[in-house]
């Protein structure tokens, strides 16, 4: 299993940026989402989407974040739009679904920075 995040990075209040994670070595994905942790804080929700398309989005980002998928790579993004000095985090790629010759079916990425200031 291998999941690879991009598109962190250094942003200014109010600006905007897209994450990626592309997921493989997966025989079906149920599940993608994102999620962050702020330092000294506990990892958190950011946002769903499932198999279905059905989203789910934590108060914080509804408005300005947006996730979707492309099913035939296996990739989710997050679209983030107006970010805030509050948005600033680690941001984390969550993958469900089965794995062959595996009982465990949750997979988390390394991890992309974005760090929103001026």
């Known amino acids: 299993v291998q999941l690879v995040e991009s598109g962190g990075g250094l942003v200014q209040p109010g600006g905007s940026l897209r994450l990626s994670c592309a997921a493989s070595?997966?025989?079906?994905?149920?599940?993608m989402g994102w999620y962050r942790q702020a330092p000294g804080k506990q990892r958190e929700l950011v946002a769903t989407?499932?198999?279905?398309?059905?989203?789910n989005y934590a108060d914080s980002g509804k408005g300005r974040f947006t996730i979707s998928r492309d099913s035939a790579k296996n990739t989710v993004y997050l679209q983030m739009n107006s970010l805030k000095p509050e948005d600033t985090a680690v941001y984390y790629c969550?993958?469900?679904?089965?794995?062959?010759?595996?009982?465990?079916?949750?997979?988390w990425g390394q991890g992309t920075q974005v760090t929103v200031s001026s």
């Open positions: 969550r993958v469900v679904g089965p794995v062959l010759f595996t009982s465990t079916t949750e997979y």
């Open positions: 070595g997966f025989a079906r994905i149920t599940n």
């Open positions: 989407i499932n198999s279905d398309g059905s989203t």
